[in-house]
């Protein structure tokens, strides 16, 4: 009995000193925000692409940006590179066979902070395969907007292989060259805007 008052003390100490996490939900707002992608095609030249339905959360610590938490949901089926029949053959079973993995996710497991921003460690799931990714991303914000609105922005860039997630389909040309490269970049800049807050423009 007396441990657990000693537990209950320490925890009112911790709140009453700031020494608790204390988040705060802020959700993504999809009109001002951009999750695209580039991989290398027949060697010469890159192709763009993005995803067009998406939902994030980033659960933010004003104090210690390293106790947040970010957690985001990818509609595969919504893959557009600005070609029909690109994205058709993206959609099926040779790529992200959106039909049977309908959903890309990406959960934090832990922020560090680096000389040039943040580093968010998290599992990143395609098709139905799990790897551990460093997403280097910077900050900005937190602001107020014209209609009160508590906002901030997230710029990240990074680097996946994607024959680690089972996207395997290729062909090799005369050359020796792949039509498809491995490496694909990731570019996303995201806004967030505090929840239960409605968007301005």
């Known amino acids: 009995m007396k441990r657990c008052h000693r537990i209950m ?12 996490s204390a988040q705060e939900k802020f959700v993504v707002d999809p009109s001002h925000t951009h999750i695209g992608f580039t991989v290398t ?4 030249t890159k192709v763009h692409g993005k995803f067009d339905q998406f939902d994030a ?12 938490r970010a957690e985001a949901r990818i509609q595969v089926a919504s893959i557009n590179t600005e070609h029909k029949k690109r994205d058709d053959h993206l959609r099926s079973k040779d790529f992200f066979d959106a039909e049977k993995y309908p959903e890309i996710t990406f959960k934090t497991t832990q922020i560090e902070k680096t ?20 997403l280097p991303f910077v900050l900005n914000g937190p602001i107020t907007d014209p209609w009160g609105n ?14 680690d997630f089972g996207i395997r389909w290729n062909k090799t040309m005369d050359n020796g060259g792949l039509v498809v490269g491995n490496t694909v970049t990731l570019r996303i800049h995201a806004e967030f805007i505090k929840a239960d807050k409605e968007a301005g423009e």
């Open 9 to 20: 003390i320490g925890l009112w100490v911790m709140l009453l000193s700031g020494g608790v």
């Open 41 to 44: 095609h027949m060697v010469i």
């Open 57 to 68: 959360v980033f659960y933010l610590d004003r104090e210690a940006i390293t106790n947040s």
């Open 115 to 134: 000389d040039d921003g943040y580093v968010a460690v998290g599992k990143l799931t395609i098709k139905g395969i799990t790897k551990e990714i460093r």
């Open 150 to 163: 508590e906002r901030f922005g997230v710029e990240a860039e990074a680097q996946i292989n994607r024959q």
